[in-house]
């Protein structure tokens, strides 16, 4: 399956973009600190999507679909983080883009699953 056809890799990727909107408005201090996992998070999401897809089984994509779930919580608390400590404004765009990636993740997880009872 090529991943750059699935809706949730899509999504993912403009989370992403909004992810580095959000990063450049962060103080050069936190450059290598949370600026840097913040990022890495954010790619980590459609680059798992993309990396299962890749992969020879639905076992294994199905373990890629967990590890993009748990980058995207990461990046959900980093956002939080850096809110609470004044280095961005609250972005409800980005809000919604992190809950419906969330939710395509969820139910492209599901599918596989169902796809394989």
Not at 22 to 38: G, H, I, T, W
Not at 42 to 60: C, F, L
Not at 72 to 80: G, V
């Amino acid at each position: 399956m090529d991943h750059k056809d699935l809706d949730v890799w899509k999504e993912s990727m403009k989370l992403t973009s909004l992810a580095y909107n959000l990063a450049n408005e962060m103080p050069d201090s936190e450059r290598y600190v949370l600026k840097s996992q913040f990022l890495r998070s954010a790619i980590s999401v459609p680059s798992n999507i993309s990396e299962g897809a890749g992969r020879e089984s639905d076992k294994e994509l199905l373990r890629f679909l967990s590890i993009s779930l748990g980058s995207l919580a990461e990046l959900e608390t980093q956002y939080l983080i850096a809110i609470d400590q004044k280095y961005i404004q609250k972005s409800i765009t980005f809000e919604k883009q992190i809950t419906n990636t969330r939710k395509l993740i969820f139910g492209f997880r599901n599918y596989i699953r169902r796809k394989n009872d």
